[in-house]
Nanobody, 128 residues
């Protein structure tokens, strides 16, 4: 059974930091691209950051310089360090995996159209 379990969400004030973790099992982590999506109420989901099996990273423009993605292949875990958080970062954050790469969401896309495996999500709330 495939499992992606996020942790580390919470409520912080603007300027604060949080680190999200995603512990996985049931698929070949080393060969998979891993990433984080987020979705705020009423908004499309968006790909925040990803890291390929080759270590190549992607960051959404709005989080560049503030967020850092990393992965520990020995622990089958991916992390998202979030610094200098802003109220507009408030969203449910989802861990995702796909051996064929992660794609950004687009209007009407279902989750399975952009990544194969998904976690249940963890809420991040940033107050001003």
């Amino acid at each position: 059974e495939v499992q992606l379990v996020e942790s580390g969400g919470g409520s912080v004030q603007a300027g604060g930091s949080l680190t999200l973790s995603c512990a996985t099992s049931g698929f070949t982590f080393d060969d998979s691209d891993m990433g984080w999506y987020r979705q705020a109420p009423g908004n499309e989901c968006e790909l925040v950051s990803s890291m390929g099996s080759d270590g190549i990273t992607y960051y959404r423009a709005s989080v560049k310089g503030r967020f850092t993605i990393s992965r520990d292949n020995a622990k089958n875990t991916v992390y998202l360090q979030m610094n200098s958080l802003k109220p507009e970062d408030t969203a449910a954050y989802y861990c995702a995996a796909d051996k064929n790469g992660l794609r950004d969401c687009y209007p009407g896309s279902g989750k399975q159209m952009v990544a194969h495996y998904w976690g249940q999500g963890t809420q991040v709330t940033v107050s001003s």
